[in-house]
């Protein structure tokens, strides 16, 4: 058990079947809060990309499951939002990566791969690799983002409609991840020295 994971200093199970127990609990969880963060959105008049709750709860679950159970998380949610279930932004669902929207849907699966992985890899416990852990996510997910946005807008400034609404929104949710998760591992070191 990786031990540089939040979830398993939060949740420790000793045997296969409470390891598989839990991590079915914890995607069922992690699609439900994605789902629930998706529904805090804002439509903005002038781009076909909403203000949502959607990246801190990629990035939370990214930073606390780490690689393989945030990776499974997200293809879960894409697949129950893929196959009807009202749980996109809005309550829409289908297939989003035929959508202006997709390169953000990508864009988050990778954020729980690389995030994910370096999570694993004790990132979550400094605030300073915390912060560069969630730049190299942001630079992820806006790139897959903008890519996509620009073929379905090929004659629009992207950066204008799908970048720089989201900078002081993404700004406070990475302030609130780099101040909490930190504090969260100080609080575990604490219950240890008990």
Not at 10 to 37: D, P, Q, Y
Not at 100 to 117: D, E, K, R, S
Not at 140 to 157: D, E, H, R, T, V
Request: aromatic share 12%.
């Amino acid at each position: 058990m990786n031990k540089n994971l939040l979830i398993n200093n939060l949740f420790e199970v000793n045997t296969a079947h409470s390891k598989l127990f839990r991590n079915i609990i914890l995607v069922v969880s992690g699609v439900l809060f994605l789902s629930v963060m998706a529904q805090f959105s804002v439509n903005l008049p002038f781009t076909p990309i909403p203000i949502t709750g959607q990246t801190l709860a990629v990035f939370l679950i990214a930073l606390v499951y780490g690689r393989k159970l945030a990776t499974t998380t997200l293809v879960s949610y894409i697949a129950a939002g893929s196959m009807g279930a009202p749980i996109f932004s809005g309550g829409k669902f289908g297939f989003p990566f035929l959508l202006p929207t997709g390169g953000y849907i990508i864009g988050f699966l990778l954020i729980a791969i690389v995030c994910g992985y370096l999570s694993e890899k004790g990132f979550t416990k400094s605030y300073s690799k915390l912060f560069l852990t969630i730049i190299i996510g942001e630079i992820i997910l806006y790139a897959c983002g903008l890519i996509q946005l620009s073929l379905f807008l090929p004659n629009k400034n992207v950066f204008a409609l799908g970048l720089y609404p989201f900078i002081v929104g993404d700004s406070i949710k990475a302030i609130l991840m780099v101040t909490i998760l930190p504090n969260v591992w100080k609080l575990i070191k604490n219950e240890e020295m008990k």
